[in-house]
């Protein structure tokens, strides 16, 4: 049977204390209240996966507090308690949205049958909404293993769930886009259409027609009505990208479609009325835009009720190596590839300006140049290897003769030098594992600047 967090409410003590004994026995989670607004002010669909409410409460009753219910979570299921023999109270709730009911006076068996019930159609619910999103194809895998992200994705579920106008920020290649699916294959409106725009990507007369429609004959060349992506986003969610790029005489109308839920299509008589919730993204800092006047800054903050901003690749490089692995098992298909340590340090080590789109094609480069099933560091674009600066000549060898190991802790040294104390950087210029190199430093004493 599964195990659920279940939310109780009655006003009756003796019944609450009764029925949570009886649920907790089974394995439940149990939270009580004693009317519907305590109910309300203790209820978080993070936190229950059902209710039970008494139907005669006061203050808020049993179908009011439905009612909030099903406008607030329609996923979480509700069982409402009647008084014996009320059928007219139990079919008027089950019209108001009530999974089930039970009549006073109920037995534990009763009890626990309609919950266990009431859960599993609440699993077989979400997994069949999470199968239907996932054959759609808008939500994207996001690998990660670094606390910054996972505080993020953290952030992004639960801002999934409302209605908010969120601007997601960082540097190009970070992963804005996959962030905003991620948002949308979360929200309510997840099997609804997902719609992504590059505002920097088209002209100014043509970005006006493509995000608000026009009607036939509205300009020259237009042929035939065009529905615009706002409207055919229609209860779904619509993702401006680089929205710092959105000419002025835009950022008026998108304004409007923000606050006022209507677009001006070109060429219309009268505005048209539309669903839509708005994501945003910019690799650029918007108070930038405010403070030189190419950006409004009532649209700023009408955007920006929620701000989310992904770090670079480089300040979480715990991510390198999953992602590394990731990409590369996608691009060899069903080729087993091996990464040796150096190529990993290698990885590690570089600064990554073009984030994980970059790390992304510098996998797919790897595995297009692999001859044999062990990827080389050889093969990564000259970039990857820091400049060296001029050590043809160095180091001397006198004609005495050196210590091997004397040698050995001489470069090491210089390594270290030219990377700035950075052993992962020198590690993967020596084209040694970390460990290896950090090993040889303690060996030998050395001191990192």
Not at 28 to 44: C, I, K, P, Q, Y
Not at 209 to 219: I, P, T
Not at 226 to 242: H, Q, V, Y
Not at 379 to 399: K, V
Request: glycine letters at 6%; proline letters at 5%; one cysteine or more.
């Amino acid at each position: 049977m599964s195990r659920g967090r279940i939310l109780f409410v009655d006003d009756d003590e003796a019944g609450r204390e009764l029925s949570r004994y009886n649920l907790e026995g089974a394995g439940h989670r149990v939270t009580l209240a004693a009317d519907g607004e305590e109910a309300l002010s203790r209820f978080s669909d993070d936190e229950h996966d059902l209710v039970v409410t008494d139907l005669r409460m006061p203050r808020l009753g049993g179908m009011e507090l439905l009612r909030r219910l099903s406008e607030r979570a329609p996923d979480v299921p509700v069982i409402v308690i009647t008084a014996h023999g009320s059928v007219e109270t139990a079919v008027e709730a089950m019209k108001s949205g009530a999974y089930d009911f039970i009549e006073k006076p109920f037995g534990r068996d009763v009890l626990l049958l309609t919950v266990a019930r009431a859960l599993e159609h609440r699993r077989l619910t979400r997994e069949n909404r999470r199968l239907r999103i996932r054959a759609a194809g808008v939500e994207r895998e996001i690998v990660s293993v670094s606390r910054a992200m996972t505080d993020l994705l953290r952030s992004a579920d639960r801002v999934a769930r409302s209605a908010a106008a969120v601007l997601i920020t960082g540097e190009s290649g970070t992963g804005k886009e996959l962030l905003a699916r991620r948002i949308h294959a979360r929200s309510p409106r997840a099997e609804r259409p997902f719609a992504a725009i590059n505002c920097a990507a088209l002209p100014a007369d043509l970005l006006e027609s493509e995000l608000f429609g026009h009607e036939r004959g509205a300009y020259t060349g237009a042929a035939r009505a065009r529905a615009g992506r706002f409207r055919a986003a229609a209860g779904g969610t619509i993702l401006l990208d680089e929205v710092g790029e959105l000419p002025p005489a835009l950022q008026g109308k998108l304004l409007r479609v923000v606050q006022e839920k209507t677009v001006d299509v070109v060429g219309a008589d009268r505005p048209v009325t539309v669903d839509v919730r708005v994501l945003a993204a910019t690799n650029r800092p918007l108070s930038e835009a405010i403070a030189e006047g190419r950006f409004r800054e009532d649209l700023y903050y009408r955007l920006n009720v929620v701000e989310l901003e992904v770090p670079p690749l480089r300040e979480r490089r715990e991510d390198i190596e999953p992602l590394a692995r990731h990409f590369i098992a996608r691009f060899a298909e069903d080729r087993e590839l091996h990464l040796p340590d150096a190529l990993l340090a290698a990885l590690s080590g570089h600064a990554w300006p073009g984030n994980v789109r970059e790390l992304q094609n510098a996998c797919e480069r790897l595995v297009v140049l692999a001859e044999g099933d062990t990827l080389s560091v050889d093969e990564l674009p000259a970039s990857f290897r820091p400049a060296a600066a001029d050590l043809d000549e160095w180091p001397p060898l006198p004609p005495e003769g050196l210590s091997l190991v004397d040698l050995e802790r001489r470069v090491i040294e210089r390594a270290l030098s030219i990377q700035k104390g950075n052993v992962t950087r020198a590690a993967a210029f020596l084209r040694v594992p970390r460990h290896v190199l950090a090993y040889r430093i303690e060996k030998y004493g050395i001191r990192r600047e």
